[in-house]
């Protein structure tokens, strides 16, 4: 057995299925033992691509997504959406080749220490320098991907490592992280705190937001008599899609964050946005985390208990009991949240169609799917999606803000739904991150539909300029009027082009009838997204 089948067969006991790779040297062998093994791989075009894909199977399944690229640049072109996984709190593996042990400090080819440049990016990373660490070093990486506050993970893989001959016993057994449970009497504490109050509020991250939590929000909310809100947005406290809630908060007289950072979403928990006599409780699997709270709350932070969200809102269903009747409060909250602001007008006064109403027929097509997966990535067309459209499985570009991700979002989405309409909403700036990968779509036989909002500018930053520079002070934020359905079909991909409202629909039908990766670019008015930046 070679190290490289210490790294496919403890994948394959992990039960991973799927990675998302992109060749280079120094893997190959990883590539042949992924043929004993049983997994498949799918080659993208960037390596930062492969990394979303395998981010998008995480947040979709719980389990480990897997990205294998090879050495220092292929490495380094994998690293952005590492800040974005760690963000989403996404169990992510990034493996990547790397120059043998036996040439450490001789100048071997790609030599980079790759476990002090991913450092800040990920949970653990790590650079086995045998068969046996190889071993103990995976199995480790897999688990402490899960364990805690999900994240993204990273192993050098050497490649006199991989080549090396090992004993069987070099693949690790134990691959299931222990989840950290609540101290004795903290339970009882939040207990009694919400139950106490009049306008509770429960918080949480991306890790149990709607699409990850499988239902428990409401089944905590029903317990507990009071809201439960994931913030997952970029945006924090203003995500689009809470509508009018940041208004609310200064109402709360008690908060419980539930594996969500009192960070910037929620403006540190300060006052406007809560009132002074909020009292905060906080449970976080991260003690820096926790000591951040204990400096920002102060006094208001009634207690703060170091365990996992995931069992957390499992002994809060399991135990609470709603004692009062707040569904004049929960009532006020679900309206805020519903609450819209919208152009009156279809059309703009110059004839390009308004973001609202690209929208309004994409949730005609995720309403009638049958297992939809919606995908949403981009500056300012990007939050009015986020604003407008639903489904029950929704991934984001989540509270990193970074753009770009969404191709590869949508790709590996398909590649763990097979069956399912995935339907990707992005603007023009986000859409020529990695627009190749609709050849690596049409390669795999992923299809998807990806919505185009073109309004021929980087519209975030335009909007941004335009409120604090003034009209005359606008520079270096346009683009092209660019013609990607053209390229998507030079691709190999279904390619719509659409300038009049009344064309959007039969062009997300005839898109979704190709069968085909699919790109309907839509000429839109550029407007400003309906919630402004949070930072």
Not at 384 to 393: H, K, Y
Request: with cysteine; hydrophobic share 45%.
């Amino acid at each position: 057995m070679r190290g490289a089948d210490v790294v496919a067969q403890t994948l394959s006991a992990a039960g991973v299925k799927t990675i998302f790779t992109l060749s280079g040297n120094q893997i190959m062998p990883v590539f042949d033992a992924c043929i004993d093994a049983d997994i498949r791989l799918i080659h993208v075009r960037h390596e930062a691509a492969a990394v979303f894909m395998a981010d998008a199977w995480a947040q979709l399944t719980g389990g480990v997504g897997v990205a294998l690229v090879t050495a220092a640049p292929g490495f380094a072109n994998a690293l952005g959406p590492l800040y974005t996984a760690r963000a989403s709190e996404s169990p992510v593996l990034l493996l990547s080749g790397d120059s043998p042990v036996a040439a450490d400090g001789l100048g071997p080819f790609q030599e980079l220490d790759q476990a002090a440049v991913a450092a800040p990016l990920v949970k653990a990373a790590y650079r086995p320098t045998d068969g046996v660490a190889l071993g103990r070093d995976m199995a480790a990486a897999l688990k402490t991907a899960r364990s805690g506050r999900p994240g993204p993970v990273q192993v050098a893989l050497a490649f006199d490592v991989l080549n090396e001959d090992v004993v069987d016993t070099a693949v690790a057994g134990d691959l299931d992280s222990q989840p950290q449970t609540l101290e004795a009497g903290a339970l009882e504490t939040i207990l009694e705190t919400l139950s106490a109050a009049d306008r509770p509020l429960v918080l949480t991250g991306p890790f149990l937001n709607t699409t990850r939590s499988k239902g428990r929000l409401d089944q905590a909310a029903n317990a507990l008599g009071a809201p439960v809100l994931s913030l997952e947005s970029p945006r924090g406290l203003k995500d689009p899609a809470l509508g009018d809630l940041p208004g609310i908060f200064a109402a709360a007289d008690a908060v419980l964050c539930l594996g969500k950072k009192v960070d910037f979403a929620v403006n540190f928990g300060r006052t406007p946005v809560f009132d002074p006599a909020c009292k905060f409780l906080v449970v976080d699997p991260e003690p820096d985390h926790l000591d951040r709270a204990r400096n920002a709350l102060g006094d208001r932070l009634i207690g703060a208990w170091k365990a996992d969200a995931g069992p957390t809102i499992e002994a809060l269903i399991s135990h609470g009991s709603d004692t009062k009747n707040r569904e004049d409060w929960r009532a006020k909250v679900a309206g805020a949240i519903a609450a819209r602001v919208s152009p009156t007008e279809d059309v703009s006064p110059e004839g390009r169609i308004q973001p609202i109403a690209v929208c309004r027929e994409v949730q005609k097509v995720l309403d009638q799917a049958n297992d939809p997966v919606l995908v949403l990535d981009g500056g300012e067309f990007g939050q009015w999606a986020m604003a407008l459209l639903s489904a029950p499985r929704r991934l984001i570009n989540g509270p990193a803000g970074a753009i770009g991700g969404g191709i590869g979002y949508a790709i590996g989405a398909k590649a763990n739904r097979p069956d399912a309409t995935v339907i990707a909403v992005m603007g023009d700036g986000t859409a020529g991150f990695h627009l190749s990968e609709f050849e690596t779509a049409v390669r795999n036989n992923l299809p998807f539909v990806a919505i185009i909002g073109n309004d021929a500018r980087w519209n975030a930053e335009y909007q941004i300029q335009l409120r604090d520079f003034g009209e005359n002070r606008l520079i270096g934020c346009e683009l092209s009027p660019t013609r990607y359905d053209l390229a998507v079909a030079g691709l190999g991909g279904h390619g719509e082009y659409v300038t009049n409202l009344d064309q959007l629909a039969d062009a997300l039908q005839r898109a979704l009838a190709s069968g085909l990766p699919a790109c309907i670019n839509v000429e839109i008015e550029g407007l400003a997204a309906p919630a402004g930046p949070s930072h």
